[in-house]
């Protein structure tokens, strides 16, 4: 299975509303995570199951989608979500691949 | 609270075996729906799903890992241990360990990485 993401690059500022496209090569349902990974650090997981958010992730990040197309939206952006967002597929019958990322940048 | 600490060489020369170690706390791989994982990421590149083992010892391994790579799980210790046999440059990245968790939805599983280690960093050269 691959994973697209668009665009591959994002330049924003703080306030804006992000919107980070992910595209499964095959029907996976609503199994899809997202994660954000600040340089240097270790990625941290914002959602599952496509639209669940993590406990203790910030109401400003959602997410939607099913079969093949999914989005997270950023909403508010703040000078810590400066980062990059990596989509990965759960369906744990095929491999869980990770996406590209999207860099989101000043 | 849920935290993993990886540990392993920081040099390692090509055709020899690397031996990765995550020690954990705060969950045991005895529990039903708890894993353990590990993924790779190369200098500049993304992520890359290696391998999990599941609390009953079912295992999965990525494509590109299935005949280098063995995980194994230590309940007793609190230890996961990812071997992966002839190295070469390619693998040169920073490994996590992520605990993991087996969801049923719809009658089908999936699963889900919810705490990561903070990572340890290899270099594959001679």
């Known amino acids: 299975i691959q994973l697209t993401q668009s665009p591959s690059f994002l330049s924003a500022s703080v306030g804006d509303r992000v919107t980070i496209s992910c595209r499964a090569s095959q029907d996976i349902s609503t199994f899809l995570a997202w994660y954000q990974q600040r340089p240097g650090k270790a990625p941290n997981l914002l959602i599952y199951a496509a639209s669940t958010l993590h406990s203790g992730v910030p109401s400003r990040f959602s997410g939607r989608g099913s079969g093949t197309d999914f989005t997270l939206t950023i909403s508010g952006l703040q000078p810590e979500d400066f980062a990059t967002y990596y989509c990965q597929q759960l369906y744990n019958y095929l491999p869980l691949t990770f996406g590209p990322g999207t860099k989101v940048d000043v | 609270q849920i935290t993993l600490r990886e540990s392993g060489p920081t040099l390692v020369k090509p055709t020899q075996t690397l031996t990765l170690t995550c020690s954990f706390s705060?969950?045991?791989?005895?529990?039903?729906?708890?894993?353990v994982s590990w993924i790779r990421q190369p200098p500049g590149k993304a992520l890359d799903f290696l391998t999990v083992?599941?609390?009953?010892?079912?295992?999965s391994y990525s494509p590109s890992l299935r005949s280098r790579g063995t995980i194994t799980k230590d309940t007793s210790r609190n230890q996961v241990v990812l071997k992966i046999n002839n190295v070469d440059p390619l693998d040169t990245g920073t490994y996590y360990c992520?605990?993991?968790?087996?969801?049923?939805?719809?009658?089908?599983?999936?699963?889900?990485?919810?705490?990561w280690g903070k990572g340890t960093t290899v270099t594959v050269s001679s």
């Open positions: 992520a605990h993991g968790i087996r969801s049923l939805s719809e009658g089908k599983y999936y699963y889900y990485m919810d705490v």
């Open positions: 083992v599941y609390w009953n010892d079912d295992k």
């Open positions: 705060g969950f045991s791989l005895r529990t039903r729906g708890a894993g």
